[in-house]
């Protein structure tokens, strides 16, 4: 049984809601599955005044745990067409591990969230994957057997590097149907592949 994990960090709560999607799916192809969330780093002013989520269900993670798991899934909104800065600071933090190449030959993969239909949902998934892929993982996206991010029929997330949600410039759009289907699949292909490296 592969072990996955499931690290994010969401603001509003749009990139939780797709956590809580990849991890479903990740546990459906019978993997074990935590999701655990990276430290706010943001003044405590600066949370309050933006109205950041502050209730979350999942834990804080410490970068110790990750050789842990077999694979690593990360979400995290854009800044800028990266990834957000508490997320970054957080893989700052993984020198050490690198350095013994701890995180060498497992499985990676990375799911974002924007404002707008181009606001950056490839070049932050591309942010979080060249990470990965420094660390030594094997990145697995979301493939186009999911043909539902190929719909005009509507305004959707979705990219053959990972998964994403679309949030509008008021954040008052959460994840549709689609996005969350995604993002469960592109969890249940991880766990998959995921099993057949652990052996």
């Keep these: 049984m592969a072990k996955v994990l499931v690290l994010y960090y969401s603001s509003y709560g749009h990139i939780e809601t797709m956590a809580k999607a990849v991890a479903d799916g990740a546990a459906s192809a019978g993997a074990s ?5 990276v430290p706010e780093t943001a003044p405590q002013e600066v949370v309050e005044a933006a109205g950041f989520k502050t209730d979350h269900p999942y834990p804080v993670c410490t970068v110790d745990e990750l050789p842990n ?3 690593i899934v990360i979400g995290a909104p854009t800044r800028y067409g990266n990834m957000c800065s508490q997320m970054q600071s957080f893989w700052d933090q993984t020198g050490p591990l690198w350095a013994k190449g701890a995180l060498v030959g497992k499985v990676g993969g990375a799911f974002t ?7 950056g949902n490839e070049t932050t998934l591309f942010s979080i994957i060249k990470v990965l892929l420094h660390q030594g993982l094997m990145v697995v996206g979301l493939p186009y057997a999911h043909a539902g991010m190929m719909t005009m029929d509507e305004i959707v997330g979705g990219s053959p590097y990972g998964a994403t949600t679309i949030a509008k410039g008021d954040g008052s ?14 969890g249940k292909h991880i ?8 052996g």
Excluded: C, N
């Design 33 to 37: 599955v935590e999701i655990k969330r």
């Design 69 to 71: 798991y077999d694979a």
């Design 113 to 119: 969230s924007t404002a707008t239909q181009h606001g």
């Design 173 to 186: 759009r959460m994840p549709s149907q689609i996005e969350l289907d995604g993002a469960s699949f592109q």
């Design 191 to 198: 766990a998959q592949i995921a099993a057949k490296v652990a």
